[in-house]
């Protein structure tokens, strides 16, 4: 699941459920939240419109009918 806050400008993509237990910032504004099992639970992206664009989720959308096409 893509979720995005446009009020704090934050994505976040979520690969599973779990309880995160580590948080590893692996570039500035990038963070992958770390479960038990060291599966990755999700990652989180700040300042996400100056990363991927003003209307993050829009793109992912666009670019997901175009690959079903």
Do not use: C, W
């Amino acid at each position: 699941m893509i979720t995005y806050d446009p009020n704090h400008d934050v994505m976040y993509i979520k690969f599973g459920g779990g309880e995160i237990v580590d948080t590893i910032e692996v570039g500035e504004g990038v963070l992958i939240d770390v479960g038990k099992d060291g599966r990755i639970i999700g990652i989180e992206i700040i300042n996400a419109s100056t990363r991927v664009g003003p209307n993050p989720l829009g793109e992912i959308s666009i670019r997901l009918q175009e690959a079903a096409v």
